[in-house]
């Protein structure tokens, strides 16, 4: 009987149990652990390998640059960010409220970072996500506008439970470029969740998207139902040099 239990975990894929029953039944026997109990602590163990690699999964496949936590992120270097609203961020209450997250700070704060952390948390729970730099995001959509599929990419991109957008401002946008990105937002609209990192100021969205009318456009609709983030400080690129600079006026 031992070998046929081993033989129907191996065919139904129940990976986690096949590997963990044998050590499991010693222990259980032992114990005197009733049958009922043994088996809910062994599906709980199959459920949790499945959830555990489902969300690795959704990790590897949602573009992220890197992996990185929000408790990786240095807070002391960047006082101006708040830990606490970072923490509820990766709550994802902002996700089931259909809201937007903007980071926004000059290059090197670390708006990548709090994005993609905030991003793996939302991929580590199952929530379809991806993310993609705004230069490549347009320039998909252009190329499907050009081959007559633009429908069917602003489809794919809009299924995202939590699309991330970064470096919003780094190149200047042209007018077609602009009409594009402003149908994606629209799309997603009051649907589902963005995240946008940028390096210039709402005021400056006239210049990047080159159409102040429909750089307005684009940001009534982040904005509504939005939490900004806007990070003032120095570039952690530069943070070795700093630290360099503060230990030398230190033994001054």
Not at 9 to 21: C, D, G, R
Not at 118 to 138: N, P, Q
Not at 154 to 182: S, W
Request: glycine share 4%.
């Amino acid at each position: 009987m031992y070998a046929k239990l081993l033989n129907n975990l191996e065919t139904l894929k129940l990976e986690k149990m096949y590997s963990y029953v044998p050590n499991y039944l010693d222990t259980a026997v032992k114990e005197g652990t009733p049958v009922l109990d043994a088996l809910v602590h062994l599906t709980d163990k199959e459920i949790a390998y499945k959830n555990a690699m489902a969300s690795k999964i959704q990790i590897t496949v949602a573009g992220f640059p890197f992996v990185k936590r929000a408790d990786e992120y240095d807070y002391d270097f960047q006082p101006s960010v708040n830990k606490a609203q970072i923490k509820d961020l990766c709550s994802l209450r902002f996700i089931e409220n259909k809201e937007n997250i903007l980071f926004y700070g000059t290059p090197g704060v670390g708006k990548t970072h709090l994005a993609t952390a905030i991003g793996v948390e939302a991929a580590s729970k199952r929530y379809l996500t991806y993310f993609i730099t705004c230069h490549d995001l347009i320039q998909n959509l252009r190329k499907a506008y050009d081959e007559n599929r633009l429908e069917a990419r602003l489809k794919h991109y809009n299924k995202y439970r939590l699309l991330i957008i970064d470096e919003i401002g780094y190149l200047p946008v042209d007018h077609l470029g602009a009409n594009l990105f402003f149908q994606l937002i629209t799309k997603r609209y009051e649907h589902n969740s963005t995240i946008i990192t940028t390096n210039q100021p709402f005021s400056k969205w006239g210049d990047v998207f080159s159409d102040v009318t429909l750089a307005n456009a684009i940001l009534d609709r982040l904005l509504h139902h939005s939490h900004i983030v806007k990070i003032v400080g120095p570039s952690y690129r530069t943070k070795d040099v700093y630290d360099l600079i503060q230990q030398e006026r230190t033994r001054d």
